[in-house]
């Protein structure tokens, strides 16, 4: 995180990593139902599948995440990492399982 970690940010941590770990899931399954985009209703008319509507909302939330967290480009400062530094958000994942 760029040199900004702070114990404190671990729930938002969490938050982000589950949030990733739902979008996949989402993906994974729409993947697997051919990348279907409409659906057949109780009433038999077609509608947009709600899998995009939750892989939307997931989208943005990551990004807003990823914001928080300084986790994109430009969020980056142009500091090179020190030589031997670890990557808190790594260790974080690592240790919870993601």
Do not use: C, H
Request: no cysteine.
């Amino acid at each position: 995180m760029n040199g900004t970690y702070n114990p404190s940010d671990n729930r938002i941590l969490g938050v982000y990593a589950s949030t990733v770990y739902q979008f996949y899931i989402l993906q994974k399954e729409w993947e697997d139902e051919g990348y279907q985009t409409q659906v057949i209703s109780g009433q038999n008319s077609v509608k947009k599948n709600p899998r995009l509507d939750q892989l939307n909302t997931l989208r943005k939330d990551i990004i807003s995440l990823s914001d928080r967290l300084m986790l994109n480009p430009k969020s980056r400062v142009n500091d090179s990492p020190k030589a031997g530094g670890t990557n808190e958000l790594m260790n974080f994942l690592t240790k919870s399982g993601m």
